[in-house]
């Protein structure tokens, strides 16, 4: 058990829609980060927050979008889905945003009907 | 833009015996940091090892080593003693200290590894 948790784990729901997934990090740490990873693109990094702030960002789409609450957890929003936003997202924290050993959740499944 | 190269889409191994897999980066950086990640069928990404580039000792967890070979940007794992439990899709993963890869991990496409009984 890394110390990252997401929910939800699975999360089934139809075109058009708007979902939003939660991470929560290791306790002390400040960063988070989200990845997407689909069988086509691979694993690939979509945002990165730290203490609130953004501080990058990958290959995130305009439809979607991310946020840091004061007390470090971080959601991840996806809207208007399409039949390609099936994939799993990871989130991990780090301590700092400094080059630092990055730790995975459990990921959330989004299925796209 | 870095990219992380692994050549193997898969491997097997015996029970017992000795694998390693291979992952090669290009970057222009001089200072960064190489990852091997492991993924179960849980899905779950489990940290493995780690390597700094400026360490020239070569990073080892238990039955988990690496051969890091900075000048032909070459990072591979080798697993001793390979165990059923090792069988996962492994991801090897570079990070740098500069610019905008100072946040980001880029992945490799990953080595699915069989362990035969």
């Known amino acids: 058990d890394s110390g990252v948790t997401q929910t939800p784990k699975h999360l089934i729901t139809a075109t058009g829609q708007r979902v939003t997934l939660r991470c929560s990090p290791r306790?002390?740490?400040?960063?988070v980060y989200w990845y997407q990873q689909s069988l086509d693109q691979g694993l690939q990094f979509l945002i990165q927050?730290?203490?609130?702030?953004?501080?990058a960002k990958g290959n995130i789409l305009e439809r979607f979008s991310a946020q840091q609450f004061p007390d470090l957890h971080s959601e991840l929003n996806l809207s208007s889905l399409e039949l390609g936003d099936s994939a799993l997202y990871f989130c991990a924290s780090s301590v700092m945003y400094h080059p630092d050993t990055q730790y995975f959740g459990p990921g959330t499944r989004l299925t796209v009907l | 833009a870095q990219t992380v190269t692994q050549s193997q889409p898969e491997m097997s191994v015996q029970e017992a015996e000795t694998v390693t897999l291979s992952c090669t980066y290009d970057t222009s950086e001089s200072d960064y940091y190489l990852f091997w990640y492991k993924q179960p069928p849980s899905r779950q990404m489990i940290l493995v090892i780690r390597q700094e580039a400026y360490k020239q000792q070569n990073a080892t967890e238990n039955r988990f080593s690496v051969n890091f070979q900075k000048a032909a940007k070459s990072f591979s794992l080798k697993i001793s003693d390979s165990q059923l439990g090792d069988a996962a899709m492994y991801f090897c993963?570079?990070?740098?200290?500069?610019?905008?890869?100072?946040?980001?991990?880029?992945f490799g496409k990953g080595t699915l590894l069989t362990v035969n009984p």
């Open positions: 993963a570079y990070r740098g200290t500069s610019g905008g890869s100072n946040y980001k991990l880029t």
């Open positions: 927050y730290y203490n609130g702030e953004e501080r």
């Open positions: 306790s002390g740490d400040l960063s």
